[in-house]
């Protein structure tokens, strides 16, 4: 599996302008060959910003690498750099990409 992460800080007074921007996005994965799911995660929050991370798990780098060049990727970046968001980051996303060396589940036998 590879994990796919992007870190964006938000300006705290736009928080909910952040979020809400993201629970209405169309996120263009369901039925893309390798994708398995999708987290937003809200973190810590700091004097200057709110820390949150997009979270995709794929079955593959090779999948993840492939949904980049694919037109889907297009359609869920489309509004990424639109003028009304500035301000709204502090910074651009920055991008950890992570290969799966060990997984533990929870097989309800304990």
Known sequence: ????????????????????????????????????????????????HVLYASHTIWRSREDFEAWTHSE?????????GQSKREGLYLGPPNFEGFEVIQTVGNDGNG
Not at 72 to 80: E, G, Q, S, Y
Request: proline share 5%; glycine share 6%; no cysteine.
């Open 1 to 48: 599996m590879f994990i796919a992460m992007n870190r964006f800080r938000v300006n705290p007074e736009r928080v909910k302008e952040f979020e809400q921007i993201w629970l209405e996005r169309e996120t263009h994965l369901q039925g893309l060959p390798g994708f398995v799911e999708f987290h937003m995660l809200r973190g810590p929050e700091k004097e200057d």
């Open 72 to 80: 889907a990727f297009r359609k869920a970046h489309a509004n990424a």
